[in-house]
């Protein structure tokens, strides 16, 4: 199965951490992706520009409204997320336990709903 | 449809066989809804057929290989199911269902169903969900007796069984016994819905009757499995041994009108003796298994110590009170450290006791806590402070749901009314 981690963290409290906080978060991130590459585990990931860089679109009556910001105000922002191939939800949250923002934030873990062909 | 022998045959085995066909069924077919199907399929086809071929030598296999015919032909029949899940899943359970050996043997049987109560108490279900799938899918109950044990309507109970099935079937939740370390992690979340099923059962929280006594045999029932299934578990062992020397006491519990009848006040010659040596036992066995100490286990030795004491004076309270002090280690609660007041107003006197509840509620925990305040009451009528206790006793009447517990603490309001003035 595929599995969606999705990482949810504070963009604040992320946004006032130390230049050497960031170095070592990053440093993490960076093994736990090569880990779960070489375990066959990975399919993708990205991590996202912060909300305020969001822009939300509805469609109303065939009217399209643009408008700042999210689509809802949160404690915790979606920050980034992994796609991996997963066993079981056992094996996929054991992968999402190990993701350095699970440490901070939460992870929330969505099997991929594959569309029918 | 005549009740002739062979009836009989099938109901019999059915009492004896039908939790393990189902979870090996679900262990092959992958899917809650398809297995139960296949089950009540295979048992209408050994109705039909045991009449002329004769109950063959191993029923448990034939009705396993039926049922598991039943599911591939229904798989194979249903084209809207099969363009659902089409994917491996349905491939791998039709490949899994086809290659059932004739006999698999008794312990390949004890796996799967320490599967299934894995899987329907798994911490991605909610707590809700782990109680109504473990009733309904691990002891075989109706749903319409787990939605009245919860006190919902079975319209209810069958939305949240579909939805926690569903759950199980989109997130991807395994059918699988846990590896060692999450193995230790799972089995406790396992016993809590166990205990949990015991406790609503023992202590319903709302309404009129006291005891369910439906809930505390299939709770027990369940500790017997999981006991059968994973041998020499010291928290399985002491959850049982728990279980049983409570559910001992039950018949003394409750007078012929529904109301409670204290511990001190039982009549000990009602116990259920049987159930006692069972318990008393089990906590032997669990108190010296090499490993850590079970939290079930000290609550079992101190209900051993209860059930020992063939009168109330003989209750060996200091034990009791060392009992208490070694679970407040291993699991701080307010309840236990409640519990430790009573048992060292036993040793010590209502005044100590009164100063530790005071304590609790000083550091505001349980302060709604009913039995707290019935507690105190008592501590204070001991200490000659009727007024006080009154009080007491109010506060816990206003915050008591179960009737018969009420109407006990009415009583004793009216005992201390009745009272001369002054006193």
Redesign the interface.
Known sequence: ?Q?LLLIYSNEAEMAARTASAVASMTAEYTEFTKGIIQAGHFKAADRLRPTSAATTVRVRNGQVAVTDGPFAETREQLGGYYQVE?????E??AIAARIPGAKYGSIE?R?I??V?A | MSVGPIDRVVDEVFRREAGRVLATLIRLLGDFDLAEEARQEAFTAAIEQWESTGVPANPRAWLIKAGRNKAVDRIRRDVVFR?KI??CETASAEADAAAVPEDEDDSTFGDDRLRLIFTCC?P?LSAEAHVALTLREVCGLTTQAVARAFLVSEETMAQRLVRAKKKIR?????Y?T?EPP?FNQRIHGVLAVVYGVFTEGYAVTTGTRLVDAELCAEAIRLGRLLDELLPVNPAVMGLLALMLLHDARRPARVSQDGDVILLEDQDRTLWDQAKIAEGLALVDRALSTPGPLSPYAVQAAIAALHVRARKKEDTDWPQIVGLYEVLLRLQPSPVIELNHAVAVSMVDGAARALDLVDSLTARGQVSDYHLLHAARGRFLQQLGRPREAREAYRSALALATLEPERRLLKALIEGIDGLPAGV
């Open positions: 199965m599995y997963a066993k079981n939800l056992d996929a949250t873990v099997p709903w594959p029918e | 363009t089409i994917d798994h991605a989109d997130a991807g939740i395994p699988e846990p999450l």
